[in-house]
Each structure stands twice: as C-alpha cells, then as structure tokens.
C-alpha cells in the first residue's frame, strides 16, 4: 500500500513491549519549530504511553536540522542513552540546501548507530512545502514523531534481547 493511502501512525501496540528501564534523548531543531515541536509532543506521548518515565526522556533542542548528528551524540556521551531520536523539517527551497543537509544528516546518524551499536533514529521531514510537513506533523499522514519513537523502541528493545540473549551462535 502506499502512503498516500494510509496513515503510517497506526501501529499494533500490542506489539512493543514495556520500555520502564530505558533511557531516551530526543534532538530538536529549532528550525520549523512549529512542526519539529508537534514531532516532540508525537514522539514524547509515544515513549510514555509504553512506560517511559519523564525522568528517562532527555531532551534538547539545536539551532537546525544540520546540527542534529552533532546534538545526538553530545547527549549521548551525557546521559548513555538507550536510543536517541532526531526530530527535524528540511522545507525544499529554491537552492539544493535542503539536499546537502538532508544528505548530512542521513549519514551523521547511520555512522553514529554502527560506530555505537545503538539507535540514532532520522526523525526528519523532507517535505516540498509547508503543507506537506503538517499532513506528516499531526495531520492526515499521522505524526513522522510517534513513528519515530516507534522505531526507537523497537530497536532499543532489539538490542536488549540480543544482549540478554543466551543462545550460542557458531560453535
Ligand atoms: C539554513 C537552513 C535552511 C535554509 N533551511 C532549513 C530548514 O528548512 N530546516 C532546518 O532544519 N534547517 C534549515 N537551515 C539551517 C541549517 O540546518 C543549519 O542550522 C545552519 O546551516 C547552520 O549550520
């Protein structure tokens, strides 16, 4: 189905587990605050409605969504988080900026997941206008911060299990 069709917010509860016992950072750009803010409340209500206490929810803001690598990992090194959630809008204009920092963002993030072995998850819209950025902010396309939480848990859980897990793999 495409996303056009559906509202990718929806998601089976039932499915994620407790998350009491982790710890979560979430980076905020300033830019487009009135989106990026209604991506927190997403992301925040998500991570609480499935037992996150606010005193495991640490959170900053930074000056744009170029800025956000850099935040996610200072407040990793602060607090050793169990998953660290982007929330950024990159609005197309009339120059390719939104391309160099989408491309830069993108990457910062995946090198921080592979360099530390956690989630460093790309909560960022990449939208060609401001409607499209609330239809994904809240509106009819859902809130892109619950299912970046989504992601966040589901990853932080993954490493978890497989921490915890005591099957011997190879010999
Ligand atoms: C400069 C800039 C522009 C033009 N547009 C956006 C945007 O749509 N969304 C966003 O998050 N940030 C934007 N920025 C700011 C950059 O991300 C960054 O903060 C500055 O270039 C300083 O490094």
């Known amino acids: 189905m495409s ?8 998601y089976d509860r039932s499915n994620l587990p407790d998350i ?12 487009n605050a009135e989106i990026t803010n209604a ?3 997403g992301c925040v209500d998500t991570l609480k409605g499935h037992g996150a ?13 170029f800025e956000l690598p850099a935040g996610a990992r200072m407040i990793d090194d602060k607090y050793n988080l169990d998953a660290v959630i982007c929330l950024g ?12 920092i989408n491309q830069a963002v993108a990457t910062g993030l995946v090198q921080l997941g592979i360099a530390r072995s956690k ?3 790309f909560g960022i ?3 060609d206008n401001q409607k499209q950025a609330r239809d994904r902010a809240g509106g009819k396309h859902g809130n892109k911060g619950v299912e970046a939480a989504v992601a966040a848990i589901e990853m932080a859980t993954l490493k ?7 099957k011997k793999i190879g010999f």
């Open 89 to 100: 809008c990159v609005i197309k204009g009339e120059t390719s900026h939104n391309e160099y």
């Open 125 to 127: 819209l990449t939208p």
């Open 160 to 166: 978890k299990e497989l921490q915890n897990s005591k």
């Open 53 to 65: 206490s606010d005193e495991n929810i640490f959170i900053i803001q930074v000056p744009g969504s």
């Open 20 to 31: 009491s016992a982790l710890k979560f950072g979430i980076v905020v750009s300033n830019w």
């Open 119 to 121: 989630p460093f998850i």
């Open 3 to 10: 996303t056009a069709d559906r509202n990718l917010s929806d």
């Open 39 to 41: 991506l927190k409340d």
